[in-house]
């Protein structure tokens, strides 16, 4: 017998593969998959609630701005939500997490993120760092036909959501404007390990794009 809540995630994964099915591979469904799975192995230790973890992991691209129109998303998604007799205080839970997890809410820093927050957040974070991270960072660029490398165009730092959306940067300051920054943002001792690892691999890959290009490249201090 499954658990109301089992079949409430059941539906919201339903809900969210429909939704999903258009959006472009970087954020497809397999996205969801991994960052499900990092957020499970986060939570063997931080112990936060399943539930709301799973779900929010579900549901964290579905109000994307860059993806979706977001006003008219979380509209939907409430809806659906009310009409699966989620209780009102869940569902906003459920939204406080969602909004927690972009790099851009970075930004605001007087917000104290809960257990959960902190789990999903990391686990999303993950999948933009290491191996998975380097093959969605070229994606991104390719599908916008950026170019890999530009020594003349420094990477930057941003002050603000909006400066950092508008960014048409090459892909290799893409590095040193979100991913090689995201270890020091972790928040759970699993995610803080496991981005360690995953940074360390993306600083060999700068290494030896630069050795292969013959060019000293920027810095990796
Ligand atoms: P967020 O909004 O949480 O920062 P995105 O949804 O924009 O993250 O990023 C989706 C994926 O695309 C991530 O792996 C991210 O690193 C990558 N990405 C985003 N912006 C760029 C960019 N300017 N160049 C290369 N990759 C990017
Ligand atoms: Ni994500």
Redesign the pocket.
């Known amino acids: 017998m499954k658990t109301a809540n089992q079949v409430l995630l059941d539906k919201i994964k339903d809900y969210v593969f429909r939704k999903m099915e258009t959006v472009d591979a970087?954020?497809d469904i397999s996205h969801i998959k991994r960052v499900l799975s990092n957020a499970q192995l986060i939570n063997e230790r931080e112990k936060g609630n399943a539930f709301l973890i799973e779900a929010g992991v579900l549901l964290h691209d579905i109000t994307?701005e860059?993806l979706f129109n977001k006003e008219q998303a979380e509209k939907e998604l409430i809806i659906f939500l009310q009409e699966n007799e989620v209780y009102e205080d869940t569902i906003q839970l459920l939204l406080s997490i969602i909004n927690a997890v972009?790099?851009?809410s970075e930004f605001d820093k007087s917000v104290k993120l809960s257990l959960e927050q902190k789990v999903v957040r990391d686990a999303d974070r993950l999948d933009?760092i290491g191996a998975i991270?380097i093959a969605?960072?070229f994606h991104?660029?390719g599908g916008k036909n950026?170019e890999l490398f530009n020594e003349d165009i420094p990477p930057q730092t941003y002050q603000s959501t909006k400066e950092y959306r508008k960014?048409t940067?090459p892909?290799i300051n893409?590095f040193y404007e979100?991913?090689l920054l995201l270890k020091d943002r972790m928040e759970t001792e699993t995610g803080k390990k496991m981005a360690q690892q995953r940074h360390e691999y993306m600083l060999g890959f700068l290494q030896q794009f630069y050795t292969e290009i013959n060019t000293k490249g920027f810095s990796l201090e």
């Open positions: 970087g954020h994307d860059k972009s790099f851009g933009a991270g969605r960072a991104y660029g950026r960014s940067s892909t893409h979100k991913l």
